[in-house]
């Protein structure tokens, strides 16, 4: 985990998911991170959203920006074939919020 990930785990944080520049905008009115602010870098893999995700507090969830139908396509179709060269990252974060009972507890949509 990244610097700030280490400053905010005895306190816990709220982490902002969904389309990039809505969760930039997510993270700055809610005080949330981003998984480049948490891990101080932009490369994605789903073992660091899982340890995010783990030890968030919260987890914020924008749908702004989603493709409805797309992703209920990509969900019905794919779900486990995410890839990050596919453009399917969102999808998968979203997938994977509505699946985990424990992560889904704790998320807010907006």
Do not use: C
């Amino acid at each position: 985990m990244g610097k700030v990930a280490a400053e905010k785990e005895t306190n816990g944080f709220d982490f902002a998911v969904g389309l990039s520049k809505y969760a930039l905008r997510l993270a700055d009115e809610t005080g949330s991170f981003t998984y480049t602010e948490i891990m101080g870098d932009a490369t994605f893999t789903p073992e660091n959203i899982r340890a995010i995700a783990n030890q968030a507090k919260t987890i914020r969830f924008t749908a702004r920006g989603i493709n409805w139908a797309r992703w209920g396509h990509w969900v019905n179709t794919s779900p486990q074939s995410w890839s990050p060269y596919l453009e399917h990252t969102t999808n998968w974060e979203l997938h994977q919020l509505l699946t985990n009972a424990p992560w889904l507890s704790k998320t807010v949509f907006h």
